[in-house]
T-cell receptor
Framework: SQQGEEDPQALSIQEGENATMNCSYKTSINNLQWYRQNSGRGLVHLILIRSNEREKHSGRLRVTLDTSKKSSSLLITASRAADTASYFCATDRNSGNTPLVFGKGTRLSVIA | DGGITQSPKYLFRKEGQNVTLSCEQNLNHDAMYWYRQDPGQGLRLIYYSQIVNDFQKGDIAEGYSVSREKKESFPLTVTSAQKNPTAFYLC????????????FGQGTRLTVV
């Protein structure tokens, strides 16, 4: 069952540019998380934003959450070649104590 | 060094064989999960466990089985009933609550030969 859906599916930018990825979800949530996955590796947690928060920062990452539109965005500023990876949003289901549901991800390529 | 370890990294299975994927964590996490990842399909939940000796089916449990005899370990068996087992399998754990930050292993790539 798909809860989050990332957009775009793939994104290619030059080093130094900003990268923006979006996530839309279907039901109410307690929190939304973003993860990163390098090719052939496990996922790494980047940031968690709670349903009562609108914006959160961590280093070069900025996450926004709009619960009225059921959407979130992840902004990576001043991108580097090392940011090349797939990025996934994850949510719980129907605000319950349920496992995370992941979207299909956005593949980001940062060209040096 | 705390973390979650999956083994083996690569696994080859013949048609009709059962295989078991190992997942061990030393993070003292209560909850553990198994996800399957296919190209372009994101992660799909196979099984999860919140406490020892208890586990629940996820979205695609058919053809898989798990056990949770110890807090640290959550092995996944891919049975011969799983018709399309070739995939990347990811194990994860979280401290408390099922929708908190998850920590992932490095994955096992299973190929049917």
């Amino acid at each position: 069952s798909q809860q989050g859906e990332e957009d775009p599916q793939a994104l290619s930018i030059q080093e130094g540019e900003n990268a923006t990825m979006n996530c839309s979800y279907k039901t109410s949530i307690n929190n939304l998380q973003w993860y990163r996955q390098n090719s052939g590796r496990g996922l790494v947690h980047l940031i968690l934003i709670r349903s009562n928060e609108r914006e959160k920062h961590s280093g070069r990452l900025r996450v926004t959450l709009d619960t009225s539109k059921k959407s979130s965005s992840l902004l990576i500023t001043a991108s580097r070649a090392a940011d090349t990876a797939s990025y996934f949003c994850a949510t719980d289901r129907n605000s319950g104590n349920t496992p995370l549901v992941f979207g299909k991800g956005t593949r980001l390529s940062v060209i040096a | 060094d705390g973390g979650i370890t999956q083994s083996p990294k690569y696994l080859f299975r013949k048609e009709g064989q059962n295989v078991t994927l190992s997942c061990e964590q030393n993070l003292n996490h209560d909850a553990m999960y198994w996800y399957r990842q296919d190209p372009g399909q994101g992660l799909r939940l196979i099984y999860y466990s919140q406490i020892v000796n208890d586990f629940q089916k996820g979205d695609i449990a058919e053809g898989y089985s798990v056990s949770r005899e110890k807090k640290e370990s959550f092995p996944l068996t891919v049975t011969s009933a799983q018709k399309n087992p070739t995939a990347f399998y990811l194990c994860a754990s979280s401290m408390r609550g099922l929708a908190t930050e998850a920590f992932f292993g490095q994955g096992t790539r299973l190929t049917v030969v």
